[in-house]
């Protein structure tokens, strides 16, 4: 091989970001496992690179996964072995007392994908102490779980929420997973086994279609740095999709199913940034390169387009998108804040209009209002004055001598 290609390869390895999908608790890992088994099975591209872990305290559902799993065994001193019994606190106990053994399995990566069934003890209860320790180390995270099923119970639900809200300040975004939604994807009479295996595989072409995005070197290319500018800020919430089809409208129909994806509630309108892949065979044409990219801009054109495009040999006649839409919770706020002070600014104006008008008016005068006297007021009146008037004619018939004795005497 010349010494060219040898310098390039070794620059290729150094900058190709070490990824970490960890399942937290007994759902997260069993999530991952299924994951680790489709991507041995389809023989994806690049993925003896990605580390498939999963993190239990439970040690017997740790030995059943297959070996491709790498099992992180923590909380031997508080649980002796065995689960949390849906209790949270536990959980975080177990994960407390194994900080610095998280820690040393975590510093490992550049970029983490953390996936966990919410609801139970050891996921509600040691997710948060995971995404506590990926902050401090300052790794780049992405966060996908679910939430329980409505006939689960409300205190599932309870503990679930009160999970995400300690989880996602710590994560760079999150993923919100119903799994509620499975119902619109599958019929009545579908076993449940199958039913989760539907959603595993969702889940593993998703995470196929970010990592090819990642790794892939295209003519339009998307690398660790792309996701690093998108994931910019800790708290968000997050979209991430990826969908193939083939045919005559085959941009149309993957677009049709990214979008239509009933597992996530995330509206595209209120995202801030977007990284799309288009990977496509050699006939992948600019039309529907414009076609992905303008609907993308139609839900948010304010918001920032990271396009990436490629051409891997496994699509021959197929188009798949990945998108990864980020909602910042800066922004909303932010957001919030503006539109409070717009109402104040018009509120300031429509009083100023009003101080004007009161100006220009002239000023009022206070008119006296007549008193209506009836007969028996003015026969009244009358007759006051008529003896104020004998009065005065009085004073005036006694001679001033006389007026003087009378007052002195008085």
């Known amino acids: 091989m010349p010494k060219q290609k040898q310098g390039l390869n070794k620059l290729r390895k150094l900058s190709l970001p070490r990824i970490k999908v960890i399942g937290v608790g007994g759902g997260g890992s069993s999530i991952v496992a299924e994951i680790a088994k489709i991507f041995s099975k389809k023989k994806v591209k690049n993925a003896k ?105 409300q205190k599932r639900m309870e503990i679930a929420r009160a999970s995400v809200a300690k989880i996602r300040p710590n994560l760079n975004s999150t993923v919100i997973i119903s799994n509620q939604k499975i119902f619109q994807l599958v019929k009545e009479q579908t076993p449940l086994c199958r039913s989760f295996l539907l959603m595993n595989k969702i889940l593993a072409q998703t995470f196929e279609g970010l990592i090819e995005a990642l790794y892939q070197p295209g003519m339009i290319n998307t690398d660790f740095a792309d996701l690093k500018s998108i994931l910019k800020q800790r708290g968000g919430l997050a979209f991430l999709g990826s969908f193939s089809a083939s045919g005559k409208n085959r941009v149309s129909i993957a677009l049709k199913k990214l979008f239509q994806n009933p597992l996530t509630n995330f509206d595209l309108k209120e995202a801030q940034a977007f990284l799309c892949d288009i990977a496509g065979s050699k006939n992948l044409s600019m039309q529907e390169i414009e076609k992905v990219a303008s609907t993308i801009y139609q839900f948010s054109p304010k918001a920032k387009i990271i396009l990436g495009i490629n051409s891997p040999r496994i699509l021959k006649d197929k188009v798949r998108i990945t998108l990864l839409a980020i909602c910042y919770p800066q922004e909303k706020k932010q957001k919030k804040a503006e539109k409070k002070k717009e109402v104040l600014k018009e509120e300031k104006k429509k009083k100023i209009k009003k101080m004007a ?14 008193v209506r006297r009836d007969a028996l007021d003015l026969h009244k009146i009358a007759k006051k004055a008529e003896e104020d008037l004998f009065s005065e004619e009085k004073k005036w018939d006694i001679p001033t001598f006389l007026r003087r004795k009378l007052s002195s005497s008085k």
């Open 357 to 370: 008008k009161k100006k220009k008016r002239p000023p009022s005068f206070k008119i006296k209002r007549r």
């Open 49 to 153: 690179k990605i580390d498939f872990v999963a993190a239990n305290v439970d040690w017997q559902a740790l030995k059943v996964l297959p070996k491709r799993v790498k099992k992180f065994y923590f909380g031997e001193e508080i649980t002796c072995g065995l689960g949390c019994g849906m209790n949270p606190e536990l959980g975080e106990k177990a994960a407390r007392a194994d900080k610095a053994k998280i820690q040393k399995e975590l510093k490992k990566a550049d970029f983490c994908i953390f996936v966990s069934c919410l609801g139970g003890g050891t996921g509600s209860g040691a997710m948060p102490v995971f995404a506590q320790i990926a902050s401090s180390l300052n790794l780049l995270t992405l966060g996908v779980f679910t939430l329980p099923f409505k006939f689960e119970g």
